[in-house]
């Protein structure tokens, strides 16, 4: 593997723990404090749904915010190892809560997993709204430009890392299926 492939926690193997990840849960196994930390922070919103096309987290539905900022490029995730898709990178988001808006969701989201932008969105302009539907469960991504520098930071135990990537290099990055799928679109709502 490459230095730059091990940068971007890419292999060309299925390790267990990705390359880079560190710090509570990194190799897959929850620690029993890990699982007591997990209950208290549970959300109304957060369980598994299944569908015919799979299953998913969220009980109404998942949102996430692509963050953009032109000279930075977008804001991306590391996920945890014992997350779903674990190791691979997309962005902040998760289960939309019972009342939540889908664009509430992705900010409230953002805000907890990255430590931005502002709960009320006064330093980000949404631009678009990209919907999968996958037959009773849904996932938003918002897409957003940054009107602020905004000083991201790891702010919960669902992130190894985040990181600015510039547009030409997020598919260098073993990302998590369904932003994979996504991002051709989203990055064409970004160049556009």
Avoid at 3 to 21: H, I, Q
Avoid at 115 to 137: C, N, S, Y
Avoid at 164 to 181: I, K, M, Q
């Amino acid at each position: 593997m490459s230095s730059s492939e091990e940068a971007r926690g890419r292999s060309s193997e299925e390790d267990t723990v990705p390359a880079g990840t560190s710090g509570p849960g990194a190799t897959g196994e929850l620690s029993q404090e890990l699982r007591e930390h997990l209950r208290a922070r549970r959300r109304a919103g957060d369980g598994w749904v299944e569908t015919p096309k799979g299953r998913f987290w969220g009980l109404f539905g998942a949102a996430g915010l692509l963050l953009h900022d032109p000279d930075r490029g977008v804001l991306l995730q590391h996920r945890v190892a014992w997350s779903a898709h674990g190791g691979t990178w997309g962005i902040p988001g998760g289960a939309i809560d019972a009342g939540e808006t889908p664009l509430t969701g992705a900010i409230r989201e953002c805000h907890e997993e990255a430590g931005v932008p502002q709960l009320d969105g006064a330093d980000i302009r949404i631009i678009h709204t990209h919907v999968v539907d996958m037959e009773g469960w849904s996932y938003t991504t918002v897409v957003a430009r940054t009107i602020a520098h905004l000083e991201e930071y790891v702010n919960d135990i669902e992130s190894v890392e985040l990181r600015w990537v510039p547009l030409s290099e997020v598919t260098d990055y073993r990302l998590h299926p369904g932003f994979a799928a996504a991002w051709p679109t989203l990055r064409g709502v970004l160049e556009g």
